[in-house]
């Protein structure tokens, strides 16, 4: 089971990852999110891999299952997903603003664009 | 009172924001209202939670009154309450710049700013790595939300960029978390400190891992080189009055990276910074010296500033990190007022902006010229303003023998030198040299933003009137990281059961 758990968070990141080096607006959000998706498993193993152990610790009980990251990795999760959707509005935003895909910024040109 | 003292700063923000969104969506004069009472209702309360912890006390707040390592605890000791209390006069005296230019340009702008004052207030005030990472998601929403306010096609590409960096740095402070959890079983600072010690060597690899990787987030959030790409082009571009109050943000990044070395991993030296702090000097000055826009260079000023507060965060010594840290109240103020001055010379001036140019004369030349050579000292480290005591304070507690402590000299001295001509070149180039006289033509400054300018001015100049207890002050708060002994014992203290 560590090992599965392993492999899996090392493609989802390798994937995260190379997507979100292609500076395309749309891979780099697919990216982020797979990103998110391998973090997520990440906090979730982190009070290492149970199986069938009661979450709480009670009287009698040796061996438990920690709580604490699924109460931590919900929260990653509900952050997790509002960034997402944050991001896809501003990609949205971007895109008819300046009519570009990229997720990285122009080189600074001579001409200096007058903002207010 | 006095016992809920701590959470108030995050409360009054989070609850007027709500309050605002429910009440005022259309209203702008009810919003502005609102944002003033609450301003001025932190204003009170960060300053007497900084009465409360003037004699070293550390007040520990524990919500729900779950005891320390199970529950959430907020914490305010000097260093914190300091930090607050700047974050609520920072945000007051910005406030009266955005009733001015920034609030009508888009939607929901204060309430905004009231999250992103929370955000910052929740980040000095919390005692655990993931509420850690809770408040720096809060500030870094609502700094999403302010970097885009009022549009733009540049602003908004380079918003697109910041928010995609600081996704992948809040990814790795989720691992960084998941590893120190991992290898010590919590995630309070305090009940780290004690743990950090007793943890087997087999896990220590682990542990520095899940350090290392936080030492990288926490120093892309502070713009150190080499992760300071983002900054210049995000507050560049954003609005003036965002980019003032995000003088600050880049200073949380320092604020957790301190906190969480010296009190969490027990004494960590930042003393490996110091050469990443030489090139961040560097980096910041030679940006101010090729900056096309005065807001790109109040960008690479704030990360010059930030250069020399790692000179002084890299020394273990309470004398250099008290001077560190008195710089960095400077640095936030002197940061801010060039961001607001960028601000106001974009709006006066048509064609030119806030370029590194030339162009036809504008109303308030002389007004913001004299705001400029102010801003510009303050910046540089020119007396009478705090900067030169607060250079002078790090330097003096910089011991000369010895390779580094001689390079350290030498950097803030040229990186001072390089910014001093920097920004002489770009104030004579925008405030002298002007053609025609169209000062009739145009509209003057905003008062409000002028207004805002001169109390941030005059705050370097009090800044510097009380050197004096104010370097003590923070002497002792430096002390108080170096031995968290205090700390620990009040987070962990009675009724703990283990």
Redesign the interface.
Known sequence: MEILFAVLIAALTAAGIYL?CLRQ?FP?VLG?SL??Y???L??F????LTVGAPPVWAEGVTRFADP??QA?VL??IV??F??TA??VV??I??RF??G?E?????A?TDR????? | MNAHLPILPVLIPVLSAAVMVALSRQDLVLARVLSFIAAAAQLVVASLLFAAVGEGEVLVYRLGDWPAPYGIALVADRLSAAMVLLTAALGAVLLLHAVCAWDRRGRHFHPLFQFQLMGIYGAFLTGDFFNLFVFFEVMLIASYGLMVHGGGAARLTNALQYMVVNLIASSLFLFAVALIYNAAGTLNFADLAQRVPTIPSSDRGILMAGGALLCVVFLLKAAVVPLQFWLPGAYGHAPGVAAALFALLSKVGAYALLRFALVGLGGASLAALEPLAWLTLLAGALGVLAAPTLGVLAGFASIASIGVLFVGLAGADAARLGAGLYYLVHSTLAGAALFVLADLVRSVRREEGDAVLGGQDFAGRALLGGGFFLAAIAAVGLPPLSGFIGKLALLRSIPVEGGAGAASWVFVLVASFLLLLGLSRAGSRVFWKTQGDGGQASHGPAAGGVAALALLLAGTLVWALVAGPALAYFTQAAQALLEPGAYVQAVMGAGVYR
Do not use: H, K, Y
């Open positions: 979100c607006v780099v982020l990103l998110s391998a973090t997520n990440f906090v193993v982190a009070g290492r604490l990251p931590l929260t990653a952050i997790s509002g960034m944050l991001l501003l990609a935003r971007a603003e300046s570009a990229r997720s990285d910024v122009p600074v200096v664009e007058v903002e207010r």
